[in-house]
Nanobody, 113 residues
Framework: QVQLVESGGGLVQAGGSLRLSCAGS????????MGWYRQAPGKQRELVAIITIVGPTNYADSVKGRFTISRDNAKNTVTLHMNSLKPADTAVYYCHAPNNLLWGQGTPVPVSS
């Protein structure tokens, strides 16, 4: 079954750090610019960061300088390192492979003040 599986979410205090991981098959990661999205309660899902197959990245203005997206093609994973977390970062975070129309199940990240 083709799927993306996120892990690493959990409660964190403001100012803290967290690392999210997305695991997928080599076939999926090899043909996709991978993205991390998030959806806060009562809000639309929004793009957080993307990373192309060969490495260039792009970030939402709200997370620039605090979040870093990376990929390990040997391990078929995409990681989102989140630093200096704020309560406004509270959301369910999703991994996305657009060429395959795949979304992960989401991992919640509540940030307490």
């Amino acid at each position: 079954q083709v799927q993306l599986v996120e892990s690493g979410g959990g409660l964190v205090q403001a100012g803290g750090s967290l690392r999210l991981s997305c695991a997928g098959s080599r076939v999926i990661l090899s043909i996709n610019t991978m993205g991390w999205y998030r959806q806060a309660p009562g809000k639309q899902r929004e793009l957080v960061a993307i990373i192309t197959i060969v490495g260039p990245t792009n970030y939402a203005d709200s997370v620039k300088g605090r979040f870093t997206i990376s990929r390990d093609n040997a391990k078929n994973t995409v990681t989102l390192h989140m630093n200096s977390l704020k309560p406004a970062d509270t959301a369910v975070y999703y991994c996305h492979a657009p060429n395959n129309l795949l979304w992960g199940q989401g991992t919640p990240v509540p940030v307490s003040s």
